[in-house]
């Protein structure tokens, strides 16, 4: 499989993920925009998981080398709600059995932010 083939299968394999991807870059870091489909006041972390997951699955079929990925959750186009992260070590140690489920999704919602955070005081 070219490179080409393992990066551009990342928005459509999101898609099958129930994300409703609004734009990608490939590159490295990975940024990936989407709408949520839980317009409140926070990221809905079922959410995030659903893209992880995705990402997850395709490192572990070898079609995609984990990069840095930085989300973006957008509310609607340009109404953004908040972002997240997550570290190219942090996908090899959980697909090593290095660290838990668990370990690596409290990584990542350590980087969340919210962006009306700022008007409520941090976020739990």
Known sequence: MSDDE??????PTLRTYGISVEAVDTGDPL?????????????????????????????EADEWEPVRVEAT?????????????AEPEWFEALIDYEISETEFSTRVLETLTHVDAGAEGPTP
Not at 6 to 11: A, L, N, Q, R
């Open 6 to 11: 393992t990066v551009g299968g990342i928005e």
């Open 31 to 59: 940024e990936v925009t989407y709408m949520t489909a839980f317009p409140g006041r926070e990221v809905h972390h079922g959410e995030i998981g659903r893209a992880l997951n995705a990402l997850i699955d395709r490192a």
């Open 73 to 85: 959750v957008v509310r609607s186009p340009g109404d953004p709600l908040g972002t997240w992260a």
